[in-house]
């Protein structure tokens, strides 16, 4: 099983960038998605996450009007949408697979990580 998270770079502030998590060796159709970033000497901590057929989502206040979460089941991908880019989120950012199919906001539940893609936004 593998989650592999792409589109990360390096961009200025107030620029857009799309994440992708791609995953395989299983379905996760029916699996909450999320994704959470690290910057450096900080906690990992919740950006967004989306429940199994999307019709529910969940941000963190920092990212809320400037990202969105959205999800392909027939692709088993799951994608962020950033917009108005700030150098404050400059992290590397994680997807990661729930356990269970509705939105949680805590890292403990979910089961699969991705490797991380990297995103700086230059002021």
């Known amino acids: 099983v593998q989650l592999q998270a792409s589109g990360g770079g390096l961009v200025q502030t107030g620029g857009s960038l799309r994440l992708s998590c791609a995953a395989s060796g299983r379905t996760f159709s029916r699996n909450a998605m999320g994704w959470f970033r690290q910057a450096p000497g900080k906690e990992r901590e919740f950006v967004a996450a989306i429940n199994w057929d999307g019709g529910s989502t969940d941000y963190a206040d920092s990212v809320k009007g400037r990202f969105t979460i959205s999800r392909d089941n027939a692709r088993n991908t799951v994608y962020l949408q950033m917009n108005s880019l700030k150098p404050e989120d400059t992290a590397v950012y994680y997807c990661?697979?729930?356990?269970?199919?509705?939105?949680?906001?805590?890292?403990?539940?979910?089961?699969?990580w991705g490797q991380g893609t990297q995103v700086t936004v230059s002021s």
């Open positions: 990661a697979a729930g356990y269970g199919s509705v939105v949680v906001t805590i890292s403990s539940a979910y089961r699969y």
